[in-house]
């Protein structure tokens, strides 16, 4: 049966939010690797983490680096196919929250720009409508302002790597503390102001509705 969870585990470092039979729902802090990466140094993240509590965890999606948030993992391979699919086909609903350089206007907005890889300077991200490019859309709504920052709600309808972030860029609206593409950015910055804030979907198994919300930190 399910267990709402709200802990963290000391042997594990993980912020559990929720349990069951199936996957996991866990709070990812900001500068902690979604999966591993490759070398001995990059080995400490989520799904490593994971897998040392549970004995075996399969991710679902992933979250930057640098992003704090809700992120699933799960305990199976079943769970981990079925919540591919979820995402695939775009059932999963997906809320960001962000602090952003300067007074965004308007009520709210949409982005539609095609992203793909800036091989030269990898892991960026840039706008380009060649043939390697994939469409992207953001929504975006103010939440409110803060001196000369935006609070802002993002909503991904495409789920690219660095979607958020360059997409914010483009408009002119970089995401505080963005070592890539805020062009104040400086080391003095804590962290990248980007978090992970809500994920509804249904649940794969069960096919009850579920929604989780993890509490911005900044």
Known sequence: ???????????????????????????????????????????????????????????IHRLDEATSGLI??????????????????????????????GKLLGQRGEIRKPLRCDWPNRPRQIVCTD???KDSITFWQPIGYEGNTTRVRLTPYTGRSHQLRVHMQSIGHSIIGDEFYDPEYTEADPRLLLHAYRLEFRHPFTKAWLAFVAPCPF
């Open 1 to 59: 049966m399910p267990t709402p969870l709200s802990r963290r585990a000391p042997d594990s470092r993980l912020e559990i939010l929720y349990e069951d039979d199936w996957f996991v729902v866990i709070n990812k802090p900001a500068n902690c690797l979604s999966v591993p990466g490759r070398g001995p140094d990059k080995q400490d993240s989520i799904l490593y983490r994971a897998e040392q509590q549970f004995g075996e965890a399969f991710a």
């Open 72 to 101: 699933l993992v799960a305990k199976t391979h079943e769970c981990q196919k079925r919540m591919y699919a979820h995402f695939r086909e775009r059932e999963v609903k997906k809320e960001y929250r962000a602090l952003l350089r």
């Open 131 to 133: 043939e390697w490019s």
